[in-house]
């Protein structure tokens, strides 16, 4: 479990990590010990770190000494939420989406304890939804809120002028029912998400409210309600949506992004930014995060913030090892003495660090009739790397020229080299060109 904290909205505050909330939420959060829930539809068999944004907000729930409940839709995944959307989602098969439900259920274990006095809770709305007839919906849920007020919401109004399916447009009659749901069976009195939900959400709590008013009594609007919570949408330094590399999304899943290239992202990340994530995606205190921060500032060339964020966030996801070994192998491109890290390193990882270096295919053959290192990287490298000779020995002579990381001293040394995973050489020339000559077997 998490180190606890007292109030979860001034927690949230203070890391950037609260948009807007409903009136007297955090007094009823320091009131009360509730239940509180996120949910992620199964569009993908990975979560990315888009999503990690709100997981947080699910683990600061929990550190607040509240009951985390992480929803998988596997029936709202089946209709798709326009949410942000310009246009129609594809809808997905059921095998594809029970698939998708059952690895994202394994990666949100990863990060909330499902152990313990507020332990988690996994739900599934295909659980409730699966037998509930179309004319109940329309009856039991329907009738309780207007087209008027769904029409308002904007994940509507954008997609007015484009048009939205019926399936769509009902999105935010499913999201309101699955609250209902909840607060009516699991007792759950909180919503979250990120701040492009507000209207899902608030639909819900509109939904609880008149559904309760409807079944009381009495008719009055006094009676304990719903709250919500949502955290800004984080984006990258120039506005744009963030979560995605150059390749594409930066996914959980190590077989989707490697642990090298997830922890490559957030070393990388832009100055401007950095403070900001920092807050969301790791546990670090205030005091920590500040401390940092001034550190950072008296040389920003040393990244000592991104290094902090990297390592909390790589470690959090994949654990110790695949930090340790994405530091290693970060080290084959600009630290000293990596001669063993490198040979030590596997083929995956080893062509990740060097994707875009030139290749350059040979036979088993070529690289043993090689008469000696200047001719290997000439006529053998079909002058890829060296256009002549002459200019291949002036190089190895002046010590610009390594083999795997290790320096050439002598044009005529005799080819006698340990490929890497048995077929790869890596051939530095100068301070910042990279060669792989490939050994085809």
């Known amino acids: 479990m998490e180190k606890q904290i007292d109030n979860l909205i001034e927690e949230l505050r203070w890391r950037g990590m609260l948009q807007d909330s409903t009136p007297d939420t955090e007094k009823y959060l320091l009131e009360n010990k509730i239940s509180g829930y996120i949910g992620f539809d199964p569009t993908a068999d990975s979560l990315h770190i888009g999503n990690l944004a709100t997981i947080m907000l699910l683990v600061h729930l929990q550190r607040a000494g509240h009951t985390p409940y992480a929803l998988v839709g596997g029936a709202t995944g089946m209709i798709g939420d326009p949410s942000g959307k310009a246009a129609e989602r594809t809808l997905l098969d059921e095998k594809t989406l029970r698939h998708n439900e059952r690895c994202i259920g394994k990666q949100l274990q990863k990060f909330l304890d499902f152990e313990g006095e507020n332990a988690a809770v996994l739900v599934n709305n295909y659980d409730w939804f699966k037998n509930f007839s179309f004319l109940e919906v329309l009856r039991d849920v329907g009738k309780h809120l207007s087209v008027n007020y769904m029409m308002a919401k904007d994940s509507v109004k954008t997609r007015l002028e484009t048009g939205i399916s019926f399936t769509e447009f009902s999105y935010q009659l499913l999201q309101a029912y699955d609250f209902y749901h909840l607060y009516k069976n699991h007792g759950i009195k909180l919503q979250m998400g990120g ?42 330094a120039d506005g744009s949506k963030f979560g995605k590399s150059e390749s594409g999304n930066v996914w959980l899943d190590p077989n989707l992004t490697s642990p090298y290239k997830f922890y490559q992202f957030w070393l990388n990340a832009d100055d401007a930014v950095a403070p900001r994530l920092i807050r969301v995606f790791t546990l670090l205190d205030k005091e920590t995060i500040e401390s940092l921060e001034i550190e950072h500032e008296k040389n920003r ?4 913030l991104q290094k902090a964020l990297a390592e909390e966030v790589t470690v959090r996801v994949h654990g110790q090892e695949a930090y340790d070994n994405a530091v290693a192998a970060s080290q084959i491109l600009f630290g000293k003495n990596v001669v063993k890290q490198l040979q030590q390193t596997d083929e995956k990882t080893l062509l990740e660090v060097f994707e875009g270096v030139p290749k350059i295919e040979i036979s088993l053959d070529e690289y043993h009739q090689a008469e000696n290192i200047t001719e290997l990287l000439t006529t053998v490298a079909k002058n890829e790397i060296f256009p002549s000779k002459s200019e291949a020995k002036k190089m190895i002579k002046a010590g610009g020229v390594s083999i795997n990381k290790a320096k050439i001293a002598d044009p005529v040394m005799e080819v006698d080299f340990a490929l890497l995973q048995d077929k790869y050489l890596l051939v530095q020339r100068g301070k910042k060109n990279y060669y792989l000559i490939c050994v085809d077997n």
């Open 195 to 236: 701040s492009d939900q507000w209207g899902n959400i608030t639909s819900g709590t509109e939904l609880i409210r008149r559904i309760s008013n409807a079944e009381s009594e009495t008719n009055d609007d006094t009676r304990e309600h719903a709250f919500a919570v949502t955290c800004p949408l984080v984006t990258k």
């Open 301 to 304: 060339g040393l990244r000592v």
